[in-house]
T-cell receptor, first 112, second 115 residues
Framework: GEDVEQSLFLSVREGDSSVINCTYT??????LYWYKQEPGAGLQLLTY?????DMKQDQRLTVLLNKKDKHLSLRIADTQTGDSAIYFC????????????FGTGTQLKVEL | GAGVSQSPSNKVTEKGKDVELRCDPI?????LYWYRQSLGQGLEFLIY????????KSGLPSDRFSAERTGGSVSTLTIQRTQQEDSAVYLC?????????????FGPGTRLTVL
């Protein structure tokens, strides 16, 4: 389909790992991104991965990319209450110019 | 340095009125983007500027929407004859260049409410 899909909600306990999943649409997308949106704030780029990579690690964040299944995931290790936010994946599609196509967003709630 | 700024932060208007939303990108960023975020539609691309020209206007939902960018800097998004379905948060982003990683930095948005 045309939509970039994510599950709507995820609840985890503080200190556990969180895994947020995303299914994107264009197998030839060049870059895939993860953005974070906190209440009342703009979007903040967390990390990105180039399409010729399978994995990228950046401190507590690990991005996994499965191009065959067009599946992207973001793992947050040792999740903290400050990680509570909405997380969006986004793809930059081949032939789509420079615009980003965003997923539906996953609301992460971190409980004590 | 300063990030992307947008004004106003909130705008309430009556159906049928025109509104102008302003975006100040990060200094030196050549590319500028407008998106909107609404409950029903999620985050949607509207228009992209490279310098003062707009090579991609494919996301503008109707001819009531227009945008311009002057001096390769400030951009204004204009919505004419606003409708209730235009109610959304309008987000502006800028990037240093259009190619490569194209990291887009977002402003805080303008929340538009059409009564």
């Amino acid at each position: 389909g045309e939509d970039v899909e994510q599950s709507l909600f995820l609840s985890v306990r503080e200190g556990d790992s969180s895994v947020i999943n995303c299914t994107y649409t264009d197998s030839s997308s060049t870059y895939l991104y993860w953005y974070k949106q906190e209440p009342g704030a703009g979007l903040q780029l967390l990390t990105y991965i180039f399409s010729n990579m399978d994995m990228k690690q950046d401190q507590r964040l690990t991005v996994l990319l499965n191009k065959k299944d067009k599946h992207l995931s973001l793992r947050i290790a040792d999740t903290q209450t400050g990680d509570s936010a909405i997380y969006f994946c986004a793809e930059r599609r081949t032939g789509g110019g420079n615009k980003l196509t965003f997923g539906t967003g996953t609301q992460l709630k971190v409980e004590l | 340095g300063a990030g992307v700024s947008q004004s106003p932060s909130n705008k309430v208007t009556e159906k049928g009125k025109d509104v102008e939303l302003r975006c100040d990108p990060i200094s030196g960023h050549t590319a500028l983007y407008w998106y909107r975020q609404s409950l029903g539609q999620g985050l949607e691309f509207l228009i992209y500027f490279q310098g003062n020209s707009a090579p991609d206007k494919s996301g503008l939902p109707s001819d009531r929407f227009s945008a311009e960018r002057t001096g390769g800097s400030v951009s204004t998004l204009t919505i004419q004859r606003t409708q209730q379905e235009d109610s959304a948060v309008y987000l502006c982003a800028s990037s240093f260049q259009a190619g490569g990683v194209n990291e887009q930095f977002f402003g805080p948005g303008t929340r538009l409410t059409v009564l």
